[in-house]
């Protein structure tokens, strides 16, 4: 591929997700307005991408991926939480305190941009492989996690495969309660949408992935 036909294909992935962070679902977004605002044709951004699925969902997954990895700099409020939170990354406080604030700050980015991460999580529930981004979150958790519970109940509480499946039950939790807001909303009253509310739910996750009672008076 030659250095121009790169940059239209950048610029065409630019749009989608600029598009898609500006928008509450894929549906919304048409390919004729991605490609205005990367200023090609249509025929240019379907000569590149095929479908507009195709384009959407290979935007989605490179920008949450940078997310991520912490690659982005462009990346709106809590993705840089939501980065180190899948780098494992724990700041100078108590492990548990770390995991729900981290965690916090990566619901934050989740409900600020529904768009992006209802297909970002869709993909890799249909298409799902050990190197997606649901896999590479759930390895940073599995980080913290080793730090969080040797410190909690001991170096030797658990094996490897117990803390792997705690990991990825911190992360199909918060998929869940995100994928089916509106539904949790109707039958519990807890709204994924509401920040007080959803902090709470995400202190719960982590207090159970941790196998630990709710910390009395812990700093918020």
Known sequence: MTPGAEDVRQRI???AVELLREARDAESVSIRAIAERAGVSVGMAN??????DNLIE???QTYIGSVIRGQDPDAPAGAEAAG??????LPEEPPRQAM???????ARFVAAHPGISRVSILRDIRQGHPGDNSSDIAEGVYRQLQ???SEAVGADASDESELRVRSLMQVAAVQHLFMR???IRETTGLDFYDEEQRDRMMDIIVDTVLGLPPASGEEK
């Open 13 to 15: 992935l630019h749009s």
């Open 181 to 183: 807001a509106a539904v």
């Open 147 to 149: 730090i969080a519970r």
């Open 58 to 60: 290979l935007a989605v």
């Open 84 to 89: 180190a939170e899948a780098a494992g990354a």
């Open 47 to 52: 000569y590149h991408f095929g479908t507009k």
């Open 100 to 106: 729900k604030r981290r965690l916090r700050a990566a």
